[in-house]
């Protein structure tokens, strides 16, 4: 129990440091944030950017789990201690914003549902044993990505690229580490409860912008997509599944919150594809998407290419969106090269 | 066929295609062009089994259903629900107790039959709920209990090495990264669920095969193959089901516990 009430703290701390950052990169990057739903997913994928930038370095230059949370707390320490400083307590001028009568509550109460329900489930998939299992080996062994849990923690001479090129499972490691919770109590609560309440993030902000930026309908929408979402069960490969089940996974993550987000900011091109802020937006969500799940390393592309192409024919500005996109899909873009090249000379550890 | 892999409940299927009839019919004529040249080239690209036929063979053809995350078929179908709400909330040809009525007679039918025809997550925790902190298997709990007092009879630094039945390879590693599990994840999803041969993924998967023989099914092989696997593989700990007391005793293993379901030797 005490185990859980850590990982409850270590929640809310990650919480309050993503809510800081939304503010400081919202301002920073001219992101539009017109509520703490939107601060709140704009500093998730910043700090998974950041994190990016740092664990890849390490990973491959000074593999250490102790050395990395210890450098990435600091460098994460100073940045958010600049925040506070530069904005003060505005970067909390959001929180007062959420209240909407009595859908503030109730959306919180489902919302609080959810997140029982979620962690509540449980998923004995082979799949399991590896994430775990990984994330295990790294504070056992205080190396990254140095044993394999396919079998059974054996030594593995090879980088597995196919996931040490994400920084997401080595960040919820930390996460254990830091906190000093143990690791499957960090996946099955910690990890999974906060893939429902970002979707739930993410559900908001869709219905903002879907129903006349009225926060009344976006408490609704976010309602219906909970309501809706808890009888997904049987739609194994679909997102509520994900989310509810598997959200120990980056794949939850991908399922429920980068790829809608991903798809809300594409709308949002396609309804004023002049606002650079809605190009910032889909920049932010695409870099961060590899960082968050290797999943998204062709979905996102794809749905960036798909909607760049439509843009180019509908709207005939076809360097203007090319560019754009192309921007915005860079980092997948080096990343999967990255690791197409890896799978044909993979690269063991020392070089 | 893409379709057969990924519809799993026609419900969904159905309610999906309404809501985009009902989107496309509903929205202004600008939007509706974009909605329907994106739906036209993603499904050029993507959903098709010529596409799904090209790029599985580039991509790992378990994984192609992450594309369809980008359909966020879940929010559009809420969304619809909500536009449709808000239109009868908003007619105001109807009396506003009508209108409040009719609101809650739709919100009640939708979710009524959502509840008639599907599980949900609630139903699924209430009879899939394993009552301890970690979400796990009793017998795996129990395991790492009795593992913590044995840990102490190795030396420093040394990581046991386990032959396991599978329910305990599913789990233990997730508990305790501290040992390695022999009869591993392979031996377990490609070599016996899916029938592959041991000899593709080395000579030691046969003695690992052998031993999840033992730890999973309980039968009792030859001996002598037995030694010589747990020999090779240096197994320090076997997990084993109940009931196999003499021929563990055979193979030299000494009991140092039992779970709810299973028995722990020492090698």
Known sequence: MVDILQGVVAVVVLLLIITIWGYGIGKRCAIELPHLPMQILVGFFGVFIFLELLVLPILFFYNNVRFATGFIGIFMGIITLGILLKYKLAVFETVKDVKEK??????????????????????????????VGMMNSFLTYNEFWTRDACMGLEYLPIVPLHYALSCFYPFFAMIALVFHIPVRIVAMFVIRGLCVFLFGMTAFCCGYEFFGREKKYAYCFTLLCFGISVFMVSEVHGFAFMMMVRGYESKGYCAAVVAPMCILALIKIMKEIDNQKNWHLLAIICWASMPVAMSSMAVIPVAVAVAGFVMMIYYKRFFYVLLRCFYCVLPNLLLMSWYIIGKKFPMSWGG | ?????????????????????????????????????????????????????????????????????????????????????????????????LRQLLVLAILCGFFGMLYQ????????????????????????????????????????????????????????????????????RVVYLQIRRDGQDPGVFGEQYYDKFLLSQVCEDGICPDKELVKGALEREQIDIMIVRKGMEDYMEVLGGKQIGTTDSFAVYRF
Not at chain 1, 116 to 125: C, D, K, N, T
């Open chain 1, 102 to 131: 009595g859908l503030f509550f109730l959306t919180l109460l489902l919302g609080a549902i959810m997140v029982f329900l979620a962690v509540g489930q449980r998923y004995l998939g082979f799949d399991t044993t590896y994430y």
């Open chain 2, 1 to 97: 066929m893409i379709t057969t892999l990924y519809i799993t409940s026609p419900v969904w299927l159905l309610l999906t295609v309404i809501a985009m009839i009902y989107l496309i019919v509903r929205l202004r004529k600008e939007p509706r062009k974009l909605l329907l040249l994106c739906g036209g080239v993603f499904a050029v690209l993507i959903l098709n089994d010529i596409s799904y036929g090209i790029l599985s063979k580039l991509f790992d053809p378990a994984s192609y259903y992450r594309f369809l995350w980008v359909i966020p078929y879940g929010m559009l179908i809420a969304y619809v629900l909500l536009r449709i709400c808000i239109d009868i909330a908003q007619c105001e040809k109807m009396a506003k107790g």
């Open chain 2, 117 to 184: 025809t599907q599980d949900n997550f609630g139903m699924r925790w209430y009879s899939q709920h394993p009552w301890n902190e970690y979400v796990a298997e009793p017998d795996v709990v129990q395991l790492a209990e009795i593992m913590e007092k044995e840990k102490e009879n190795f030396p420093k630094d040394t990581m046991p090495r386990l032959a396991t039945p599978q329910i305990i390879m599913l789990q233990y590693q997730t508990i305790d990264g501290a040992c390695i599990v022999s009869t591993d």
